[in-house]
């Protein structure tokens, strides 16, 4: 089973950008849908993107289509997204998963692994 390690979370300013990484163990990570999702304070968890097996599709939540990049490298075991234009509204724990389903799916429990989450805090 891959285990998953998110880093490049920080503080950074409305309107910065920034690129989260999510580093995979095991020589199976392109059999896995990939995904991000996001906890802020008070709420429930949401889905921010996923991607196919070797990149070929992406899916992303209607509040970050055009503003954030998902991709992967399978060479390197590695997942990103890639953040820009943020806002306080952005501000969350963001946290890389891992599904073996065929499809990218949206919903938490359709992935089998997390990491342990990275904070991003958008604040002037």
């Known amino acids: 089973q891959v285990q998953l390690v998110e880093s490049g979370g920080g503080l950074v300013q409305p309107g910065d950008s920034l690129r989260l990484s999510c580093a995979a163990s095991?020589?199976?990570?392109?059999?896995?849908?990939m995904g991000w999702f996001r906890q802020a304070p008070g709420k429930e968890r949401e889905f921010v993107a996923a991607?196919?097996?070797?990149?070929?599709?992406?899916r992303y939540a209607d509040s970050v289509k055009g503003r954030f990049t998902i991709s992967r490298d399978n060479a390197k075991n590695s997942l990103y997204l890639q953040m820009s234009s943020l806002t306080s509204e952005d501000t969350a724990v963001y946290y890389c998963?891992?599904?073996?389903?065929?499809?990218?799916?949206?919903?938490?429990?359709?992935?089998?692994?997390w990491g342990q989450g990275t904070q991003v805090t958008v604040s002037s």
């Open positions: 991607i196919s097996h070797f990149g070929s599709s992406t």
């Open positions: 095991g020589r199976t990570f392109s059999t896995y849908i």
């Open positions: 998963a891992a599904s073996r389903r065929a499809f990218m799916p949206e919903e938490g429990y359709e992935y089998d692994t």
